[in-house]
């Protein structure tokens, strides 16, 4: 399996600051993935806790739209892409108590177990390097180390492959053009089974769904 390394050319300052919003959240979502933004809205709102870890942040926008009575006070950041932590501390670092760490998540996370009230992951296993969704059970496995009893991960991530699976042309054209490309999507092999499968291995309850070409889920330690 190749390592997960930093992408500075994708993850730029420039791009995650000015583009990424408008490009990615709001179009691709909506028209390759076919995942309406209020899912993830939703996902956020009614399972983050006070003591809460982000894989993966982008430039903050979801954490950045909570409500002002949100339980959320101390934010982990997790991130291999320098730019992707300073914007969205920079966004955040007004709000919460927001501590970073900029290395790869498959690798064992600098905080306690039983420790954090949730942890999630946006948008961001499709990109982690593996030849299916078993490669990236690390990810899963350090999540549920990490979070205190009946904690929360939720998350949600572009699937390659199942029959569940709504992949429209457009889906199809990307998914195929980023897996060519260096060092971004890497998902072509994984299956909504297969991520089911890898949650419950790790958690009590798993509450799963596919929507679009997206696996959308919440689980429960
Ligand atoms: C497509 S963005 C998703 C951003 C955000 N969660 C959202 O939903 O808008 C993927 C994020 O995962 C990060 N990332 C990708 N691979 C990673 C890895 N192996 N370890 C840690 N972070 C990673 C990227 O730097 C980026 O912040």
């Not at 000015?18 to 995942?35: E, M, R």
């Not at 042309?169 to 299956?191: G, I, V």
């Not at 009590?204 to 769904?209: C, E, G, I």
Request: net charge positive.
């Amino acid at each position: 399996m190749t390592e997960n390394r930093a992408n500075s050319k994708l993850y730029s300052h420039w791009w995650m600051s000015k583009g990424y919003t408008l490009g990615v959240i709001w179009f691709s979502h909506a028209c390759v993935w076919q995942v309406p933004n209020s899912i993830l809205h939703r996902n956020h709102r009614d399972n983050v806790g006070q003591n809460h870890l982000t894989v993966g942040p982008g430039n903050g926008y979801f954490l950045g739209k909570l409500p002002k009575d949100t339980p959320l006070r101390t934010l982990h950041l997790l991130d291999l892409n320098p730019a992707c932590l300073e914007i969205t501390r920079k966004r955040l670092g007004n709000r919460f108590d927001v501590r970073t760490a900029e290395q790869d998540a498959l690798k064992p996370w600098p905080v306690e177990p039983d420790s954090l009230d949730s942890v999630d992951s946006h948008m961001m296993l499709h990109t982690v390097r593996g030849k299916d969704m078993w490669d990236k059970e690390p990810l899963m496995a350090e999540a549920a180390r990490a979070l205190k009893p009946g904690g929360r991960f939720f998350g949600c991530t572009v699937l390659g492959k199942g029959e569940e699976l709504r992949i429209n042309p457009l889906a199809r054209r990307f998914l195929d053009l980023y897996n060519s490309q260096e060092n971004t999507f890497c998902n072509l092999d994984d299956t909504p089974e297969d991520l089911r499968k890898v949650l419950e291995k790790h958690f009590s309850a798993v509450d799963f769904r596919v929507v679009g070409a997206v696996g959308v889920w919440v689980a429960t330690k």
